[in-house]
């Protein structure tokens, strides 16, 4: 079947360093991967979205200056959460769905992110 | 604004019984997913629906692209759907997540 996988589950950083978290597709191919971030109190809210051979799109409150993505090939991803501070807290979630296959998109169990 | 309205965001039953939870979308969305996040934090896919209706055991969901909503049912809850169940429209590749329906199932 098709699962994902992300680590670390949860993090602890120090306000104004940078975390990275790490996203892996197995059982398809992960033709694009969707970073979210479900806030204290809030619904999930997407970050970007990556698909092969095109450019990563940022959503409106979100940059790659601030949130770096990697999507080197169709299994793996990664995000940095860079100079993290109180308002990024939250799980960050990674959905990946193969466009070759089910549109159904699968999720990671989540990177629990506490700033300190 | 927001694009998915999701409802109820708290609904208690007793084992046995059933409901519904709601999502409106103020624009045509593609398809739509309905989830459950478990007590582990993970987030369970339950359906996914491009149009029409599909079953899985005690849980039934429909989407209506042109009227704008999907539903799911639940019948005979068991304590183990506890949990917060989310609706995600699909818009342009990306998934917009309703609020969430926090769901508490009482003996």
């Known amino acids: 079947g098709a699962l994902v996988y992300q680590y670390p589950r949860r993090t602890i950083c120090k306000s104004g360093t940078s975390m990275r978290m790490e996203c892996q597709a197995v059982?398809?191919?992960?033709?694009?991967v969707a970073w979210y971030r479900q806030s204290p109190q809030k619904t999930f809210e997407l970050i970007a979205l990556?698909?092969?051979?095109?450019?990563?799109?940022?959503e409106q409150n979100f940059t790659q200056e601030k949130f770096p993505i990697s999507h080197p090939n169709l299994s793996f991803s990664s995000m940095t959460v860079l100079n993290a501070y109180l308002e990024d807290r939250g799980l960050y979630l990674c959905?990946?769905?193969?466009?070759?296959?089910?549109?159904?998109?699968?999720f990671g169990p989540g990177t629990r992110l506490l700033v300190l | 604004g927001d694009q998915v309205e999701q409802s109820p965001s708290a609904l208690s039953l007793h084992e046995g019984t059933g409901s519904a939870l709601r999502c409106n979308f103020t624009?045509?969305?593609?398809?739509v997913q309905w989830f459950r996040k478990n007590s582990r934090g993970s987030l369970i896919n339950l359906f996914y629906?491009?149009?029409g209706t599909k079953e899985n055991g005690r849980l039934k969901s429909a989407f209506d692209s042109k009227e704008r909503y999907s539903t799911l049912h639940i019948r005979d809850a068991q304590l183990e759907d506890s949990g917060t169940y989310f609706c995600?429209?699909?818009?342009?590749?990306?998934?917009?997540f309703g609020q969430g329906t926090k769901l508490s199932i009482k003996p």
């Open positions: 990556s698909t092969v051979n095109s450019a990563i799109k940022y």
């Open positions: 959905g990946a769905r193969d466009w070759g296959g089910q549109d159904t998109q699968y």
């Open positions: 629906l491009a149009s």
């Open positions: 995600a429209a699909e818009v342009g590749g990306k998934l917009i």
């Open positions: 059982g398809f191919q992960a033709t694009s």
């Open positions: 624009t045509t969305m593609r398809a």
